[in-house]
């Protein structure tokens, strides 16, 4: 009996020389049925071209190309709007899928009906290709909660983020990614959980590879962009927060940004916070 459909949306952005591994890593699936959408986000540096000859041996691909650079919120959402799969994996075009990610993806949330993401264990790489470690290494297997995540997520980071998979009901409920942030993964995890439950697994799923510049990279570089991406996700927290707990995990995920953004010089940012955490102490 054939699965649900899964897309697998790929999106670059001036990764020439990591995108074909990507691609061949979503072919070398071993589940069935696979859409796979591949999205350039106006690259400079010959991705397009890299991307088309691939696609000319995999012709029922779908390849979208933007003009301009939009950035990874609107690039994925674009993307999303095609998507006919039951279940989204979101794959930038520098890490790649080991082969049984998606069918151990359908397998959890197929099985867990209230679950509308589930995410894994990853191997962090070099350029090269080379590992370095486990996620698990840093965050073990007997830490990592499942289920109702909402409080969890606003006290600390422990997902990897390309190992998610989710599905796709959840996604458009939401209204998709948040376009007006400058990355997409806390929002969507924060946003996500208040509605359905999460499950992790101890597998190892995907290869995340650490790249100089990359966007997760730059989250904490002197005076990111991000920060100001992140106070707003902050702000959505207090809104969405239910329980005494809840704000009080807010609490300290406020203290921990507000001395975050003192040492990346984001003074503005820092004394956001603290007005922040004057209201939600209201």
Known sequence: MEGPLVSVICVCYNQARFVTEALDSVIAQTYKPIELIVIDDGSTDGSPKIIKQWIAAHPE??????????????????????AKGKYLIDLAADDVLLPERVKVGVQVLESHPRAGVTFSDAAHCDESGFKISLHSDRFPHATIPSGDIYKNLIERFFICSPTMMFAQAVFKELGGYDETLAYEDFDFWIRSARMCEYVYSPHVLVKKRKVVNSLSAAQFQLRSLHSCSTFKVCEKIRKLNRTPEE????????????????????????????????????
């Open 61 to 82: 691909t779908v390849l979208l190309l933007n003009g301009t650079n939009l950035g990874y919120c609107k690039t994925f959402n674009k993307a999303a709007a095609l």
């Open 247 to 282: 704000r009080k995990a807010l609490q300290r995920r406020i203290r921990y940004e507000f001395f975050l953004n003192l040492r990346l010089l984001n003074p503005g940012v820092a004394f956001n916070y603290l007005w922040l955490a004057f209201l939600n102490r209201k």
